[in-house]
């Protein structure tokens, strides 16, 4: 499963559904396990450091994330390497630096004890 992202914001950049298909789904998932007595796991794919994300758009328990990779002919890599979205010509913020990339999967393991202490939205 790759929602990819949990802000929809983020998500347009990327040319993506909005997230709450993801909770459907996933809500979908769940009372199928319950009605069939099964535990099959719901393992999601994000990323973080994607343009247009900030610390504050991430927010979903998860065990795993990965940082943004430009790859070639993405809206998302023009977007890196610019600073611009290419149909909007709006400037978009990207994470950039090692110490915006190391802080940004922070926000998605909120829920680890070594990591509440430095995701807390100030």
């Not at 709450?20 to 450091?49: R, T, V």
Request: proline residues 7%; glycine residues 4%.
């Amino acid at each position: 499963m790759a929602p990819e992202h949990t802000s929809d914001e983020t998500l347009k950049v990327m040319r993506k559904p909005s997230f709450k298909h993801f909770h459907n789904f996933k809500k979908k998932n769940d009372d199928l396990n319950k009605k069939y007595g099964l535990n099959q796991e719901l393992i999601p794919y994000f990323i973080s450091s994607t343009p247009n994300c900030k610390e504050g758009d991430m927010g979903f328990r998860l065990e795993q994330v990965q940082d943004f990779t430009p790859t070639p002919m993405t809206v998302a890599t023009v977007i890196y390497y610019s600073g611009y979205h290419p149909y909007t010509m709006k400037e978009m913020f990207t994470a950039k630096t090692e110490k915006d990339k190391k802080s940004q999967p922070i926000f998605f393991f909120w829920h680890k004890k070594e990591c509440r202490k430095k995701s807390k939205r100030t």
